[in-house]
């Protein structure tokens, strides 16, 4: 039979924080609901309950056989336009969009008491008015009422929407980057690019690419995906100016992207034409971008792709498709590139006079075009931006017979600072490591300038840069041109040429090809290597999340005050600590240890007599500071001074040298600004120590150690008071 608390001041100690929630629970008529007053709330859930409102991560409780939700200030955030009518509804009214996928969890929790684990789980919710693909990490743990039964069940989730939903649009950008030097012609490279958007029909649902012909009236079609030959929807030519209703406004599209609405309604279709490989629910909205290269003004066609349906077209998903367009752009500049190569080589053969030059052009277009290829093929296994740098520093080494190379990035403080080079004296470059963007340079100028810098000798050089005279120098021609992408200027690459150079109109298409891939790897890799670090944190945040999760489920397990201490210790020792202490303040006012684990029986025995013989004392200097400033105490190496400054004798010394602790943190446990003890983890005679990074879990784990054990302590009383009542009544 479940006991109940009647105490008024009971009744409301689990909700006194000021959160945003305790407030609203609080305030909720809850009469009206299937859990009933909270004056007949089952002190378990008011365990629970407290212990979900104190945490700074998105917590949420299921309970009773409807499963009715209570949640907390960070889960807010999780469930959108849901908020606040959520609380106290059952789930099946609040999710009835997931309910087939999530209750099948629920009840195997809440009748085999088995807690479940879900990684990366795809749900389509709707939470902000339409479904949204969205992903979770998250963990089910039951949670035991007074009757020994299941009470309800308790969930730690994060949300990994972002980090799923940026990987798979990464993968499709490496792969279009990682193809973009095998199209010969225009033609080729938009199949390539549309096999290659294929592959990703949750965020290209279909897409349309588009070339426009030499009079700038027309657009052919070059490569499709996702339209099932649907001529209606794909035509093979498009006429620019012909304003036809029922086709795609390319010309509208020629300075900047535009979304065309209502799908269906603009080309007379069923809904169910438009249906993708991904999503069974059709697109309604396109994007229209148009492709240009990053050296012109003009489009080079028109990309068209549908947005899913389950994705809000945010500003990433704005320029995950702007940089598909991008891609597409220099897959085409390359294969114009070779077109013209191929062409200038086939002309030169029709001149006999010409054949030694003949010979040597189709060798130098042959070479160009091959190491363009040499350098897209180094790059499908790089991620990066050293190894993009290095590729393109052992390439540009080479390119035109150059002797050295360099590549500098732009910060956002506006100063230049170089990620890689070759064939350069490092004592020349000393000075170089990190300097203005307005420095009268020629890397400098050209970044600020954004256009190419071609010296052909070292009198121009010294014309030019009147301050920086070079009377004899090992090079004599230098190439510097900005790394620009889709505007955005973020460093420059140079060339230094020991023999003169002509830098023909070849010799510089060449090298702005080099340099325009160049830029886009780096630009890749940058965003590559910042999706990395999100996913490395996203990563530590599960773990915590799991021990959590973990402590979360133990400390809701029992109320009785012996087993919640037994559950902490089996929580922190050996996980957080080799091992740890706990003081508590009694009701007069001394401090008593309460519990002492150690991971081995030689510091259990030390610990063990530290205690017997050397109890705490409140009114010392390390115990009183922590337990008036009610901050944590860390020590990341503890010194020998340490040991000696701590040591009340010499056998209070000997047995600290025998648990031989070598990091520790004490944290102060609060309740309601109150503190009712000390909890010490320490690392004794291991290779682990303390950083700053692990303080903000132990201390999220000391608030719940001190609720669970304050819970735990009220319990008891009212437990003992209980008792005193029944023995009255029966003599009575």
């Known amino acids: 039979m479940t006991e109940l608390v009647d105490s008024d001041t009971a009744n409301s100690d689990f909700l006194s924080d000021r959160s945003r929630m305790s407030v609203l629970i609080r305030a909720l008529d809850w009469s009206a609901t299937p859990l009933g007053p909270i004056h007949l709330w089952p002190q378990s859930l008011r365990t629970a309950v407290s212990i979900m409102l104190a945490s700074r991560f998105p917590m949420l409780i299921w309970w009773g056989s409807d499963l009715v939700k209570l949640y907390n200030d960070a889960y807010i955030a999780l469930i959108g336009a849901k908020h606040p009518t959520a609380l106290g509804k059952p789930g099946r009214e609040v999710w009835p969009e997931i309910w087939d996928v999530i ?203 549908a947005i899913s349906p389950h994705r809000a077209l945010d500003d990433a998903y704005a320029l995950f498709l702007s940089m598909i367009a991008e891609h597409v752009a220099t897959s085409i500049a390359n294969a114009h590139i070779y077109e013209e190569e191929r062409e200038s080589a086939a002309a030169l053969a029709t001149s006999a006079l010409e054949n030694q030059r003949l010979y040597h052009d189709i060798q130098q277009a042959m070479q160009r075009t091959s190491q363009l290829q040499e350098v897209t093929a180094e790059l499908t296994g790089t991620l990066t931006l050293a190894e993009v740098g290095a590729v393109f520093i052992r390439q540009g080494a080479l390119a035109l017979g150059g002797a050295s190379c360099f590549i500098d990035l732009l910060t956002d403080a506006q100063m230049l600072v170089p990620i890689q080079n070759v064939g350069y004296d490092p004592e020349l470059l000393e000075p170089w490591q990190h300097f203005s963007v307005d420095t009268p340079v020629l890397i400098a100028e050209a970044v600020r300038s954004g256009e190419p810098i071609w010296l052909h000798t070292l009198q121009s050089w010294n014309a030019r840069y009147p301050l920086f005279q070079l009377e004899k120098s090992e090079y004599v021609s230098w190439a510097v041109l900005p790394l620009i992408v889709k505007g955005r200027t973020i460093g420059g690459i140079g060339f230094s040429f020991e023999q003169p150079q002509a830098f023909g109109e070849r010799d510089q298409a060449f090298l702005v090809a080099f340099t325009r891939q160049c830029a886009q790897a780096i630009d890749r890799a940058t965003l590559y290597e910042a999706e990395k670090t999100a996913r490395t944190q996203a990563q530590k945040a599960e773990a915590k999340l799991a021990l959590l999760a973990q402590a979360g489920m133990l400390l809701a397990t029992s109320l009785d005050y012996e087993t919640t201490l037994s559950n902490l210790a089996q929580l922190l020792v050996p996980e957080l600590a080799d091992y740890y202490a706990l003081d508590l303040i009694d009701a007069d006012h001394a401090l008593r240890r309460v519990a002492v684990v150690a991971q081995n029986a030689a510091i259990q025995e030390a610990m063990s007599a530290i205690a017997r013989d050397y109890p705490p004392d409140p009114n010392s200097a390390t115990v009183r500071a922590v337990l008036s400033s009610g901050k944590t105490m860390f020590v990341a190496d503890a010194s020998d001074d340490l040991y000696h400054a701590m040591a009340q004798d010499e056998q209070h010394l000997y047995l600290m040298h025998q648990i031989g602790f070598v990091s520790f943190v004490m944290l102060p446990l609060i309740v309601r600004t109150q503190a009712i003890g000390v909890m010490t983890l320490s690392m004794a005679n291991s290779s682990r120590h303390y950083s700053e990074s692990d303080l903000p879990l132990m201390e999220e784990l000391a608030r719940r150690a001190a609720q669970a054990i304050e819970n735990a302590q009220l319990y008891r009383q009212a437990r003992q008071s209980i008792a005193v009542r029944d023995e009255f009544l029966v003599v009575a």
């Open 103 to 305: 209750s099948p969890m629920l009840n195997s929790v809440s009748n085999e008491g088995t807690a479940t684990w879900s990684e990366n789980q795809m749900l389509l919710l709707g939470r902000n008015g339409y479904l949204e693909e969205c992903y979770f990490t998250f963990s089910y743990s039951p949670i035991s009422d007074e009757t020994g039964g299941i009470g309800g069940v308790f969930t730690v989730v994060t949300e990994t929407t972002a980090q799923i939903v940026n990987e798979r649009r990464s993968r499709t950008l490496h792969e279009l980057a990682a193809r973009a030097g095998e199209a010969k012609t225009a033609p080729e490279a938009g199949r390539i690019a549309a096999e290659t958007l294929a592959l990703n029909p949750q965020d290209v649902p279909f897409a349309l690419i588009y070339l426009l012909k030499p009079d700038r009236q027309r657009a052919t079609l070059i490569g499709s995906t996702g339209t099932n030959g649907d001529a209606a929807l794909s035509p093979p030519v498009i006429d620019l100016y012909a304003r036809a209703p029922n086709t795609w406004p390319l010309a509208e599209a020629d300075s900047q992207p535009m979304t065309v609405p209502d799908l269906a309604a603009r080309f007379s279709m069923p809904k169910s034409q438009l249906l993708s490989a991904a999503w069974d629910t059709p697109p309604t909205h396109a994007r229209l971008l148009p492709i240009v290269g990053s050296q012109q003004e003009q489009p080079l066609g028109y990309l068209v792709s």
